[in-house]
């Protein structure tokens, strides 16, 4: 009787791995259908021509290194006035969605930070830069050049909002 026991208990507890093995190889099989459903690195055809990009997924730009410009005798409290005023011009290009991107380097040297254009061209970008009150001021200056760079940069503001808890721009 022990044995018979025994050897139910042995049946029992090898159609329950043979089972729960079954079963999780179907789990596998429909998560391997639903990430290939979901995966973020099928082409959409949408998103690439809101973006603007080409079959690369690559498109043009315009990168402005801001550097220290040659007015250096500026006192703490026009500069901070100036600063104040280059956020908010960053965040008013940011919102037309002529700037794709800016921010500052570290360290104090020549090269201040850099701003990634989306325009067709140097001088529609130089426009906009004279735009910056710390530009005009002789603060800063910038050098322009055509970048070849991702589309997906497209997204990045609308992706940096969500991941902000404060607003840069008015936080200075």
């Not at 254009?117 to 910056?132: G, Q, Y």
Request: with cysteine; net charge negative; charged share 25%.
């Amino acid at each position: 009787m022990k044995t018979t026991i025994s050897s139910l208990i042995t049946i029992l507890f090898s159609l329950m791995l043979i089972t729960a093995c079954e079963e999780k190889s179907k789990i596998t099989e429909n998560t391997d259908l639903v990430i290939n459903e979901i995966d973020p690195r099928k082409f959409d055809s949408v998103k690439a021509a809101s973006y603007g990009a080409d079959d690369y997924g690559m498109k043009k730009y315009v990168m402005a290194f801001l550097k220290r410009g040659p007015n250096k005798s500026v006192d703490s409290i026009k500069k901070g006035e100036l600063q104040r005023a280059h956020m908010q011009n960053i965040g008013r290009l940011a919102n037309e969605g002529k700037l794709v991107l800016a921010g500052p380097f570290f360290g104090d040297g020549e090269l201040r930070g850099i701003y990634i254009f989306d325009v067709d061209n140097i001088e529609e970008a130089e426009a906009l830069t004279n735009s910056d009150p710390s530009i005009q001021a002789g603060v800063l200056s910038m050098e322009l050049k055509e970048w070849y760079g991702s589309a997906a940069l497209m997204a990045l503001n609308d992706i940096h909002y969500s991941v902000s808890k404060n607003d840069v721009i008015e936080s200075e």
